[in-house]
């Protein structure tokens, strides 16, 4: 990417169309240090010899059980790499990563509150920048499956920069309903831990290698993969917000016989429905009515499934 930087934070090009987002809930955590990519390779379900620059790369870390621990967006940035992950969930993965450093040349910070994210959805797009300021650090495509070009931007707190100078008139829910509409599973503390990586369906995003070599969790992983033997995978729904309490992460998914059949892995509200991640044990029939709990009622779902053709 050629990025030519001057000392403004106006749009490179007045003929192109974009809004951006500010991505407050994602964190950033750099890897640097000449054994970085090597040592991402062994903890990851991604295939790190592909990461670069311009296209962020999915995946996520497993515990030693195979359970997703994080999901992540990463990009090669100078002689770093750069993890995008949920911010409540980056403490803990760093911390986890840290275990297996041992005699590593390998050096993890936390980037998250000295660096902001910024989100771009642009109508068309050139080779160059398209917010500018001397702060700008990385701009890369967002690894998704769908229409709108999407991208994110990492600009560091220099003397010059200040949010305020960027028109976030776009709500983060916004971002994130592009997000649950592609599909991408964002974990939250409460979750982590809880699903293999075919449950969230990251082999069908790309977000997972089976010719990469061992990793941790990568056993779990691959006899998942070579025996078939998922029984839960990803889909979308909408429900009407229900008349008091809210939805939760977490909440449970049932059928008419309040038999659970998974659970809500993202939400996101909006004035007239929300959006929901779940997971189910398996892909009901289009005449199963399925229901999302609260405390208070259970509320009828519409399913979207990804896997249809």
């Not at 090669?76 to 993890?83: A, F, G």
């Not at 929300?274 to 009622?297: A, R």
């Amino acid at each position: 990417m050629n990025n030519i930087l001057t000392n403004t934070l106006e749009p490179m090009s007045t003929t192109n169309q974009f809004k951006t987002f500010p991505l407050d809930h994602l964190g950033i955590l750099c890897v640097s240090g000449g054994d970085a990519p090597q040592f991402l390779q062994g903890q990851a379900t991604a295939d790190f010899r592909t990461v670069n620059q311009d296209t962020g790369l999915l995946g996520a870390f497993c515990s030693a059980k195979g359970r997703v621990i994080s999901t992540f967006i990463a990009i090669k940035h100078i002689e770093s790499i750069l993890l995008i992950l949920p911010l409540e969930l980056v403490a803990a993965t760093q911390k986890r990563l840290s275990q297996y450093i041992l005699r590593s040349k390998v050096k993890l910070q936390d980037y998250s509150s000295t660096h902001s994210l910024v989100g771009i959805v642009m109508e068309e797009t050139d080779e160059q920048a398209i917010l500018t300021t001397p702060e700008l650090i990385a701009q890369f495509s967002y690894p998704c499956p769908a229409p709108e070009r999407r991208f994110i931007q990492i600009i560091a707190h220099g003397d010059t920069w200040t949010a305020n100078k960027l028109d976030f008139s776009n709500s983060l829910s916004d971002w994130q309903l592009l997000d649950i509409k592609a599909g991408i599973p964002w974990l939250t503390p409460s979750n982590s831990e809880e699903f293999i990586p075919q449950t969230l369906n990251l082999e069908q995003l790309g977000g997972i290698s089976f010719n990469k070599g061992c990793y941790t969790g990568q056993e779990i992983v691959a006899r998942t993969h070579y025996l078939g033997k998922s029984k839960r995978a990803l889909f979308m729904a909408t429900v009407t917000p229900p008349e008091n309490g809210d939805l939760q992460i977490g909440a449970a998914i049932i059928d008419k016989q309040q038999q659970k059949l998974g659970s809500v892995v993202n939400l996101v509200q909006q004035p007239t429905q929300y959006y929901l991640l779940i997971t189910l044990t398996s892909d009901p029939h289009e005449s199963t009515k399925l229901y999302v709990t609260t405390p208070e009622t259970q509320l009828e779902i519409t399913l979207f499934n990804f896997n249809k053709t």
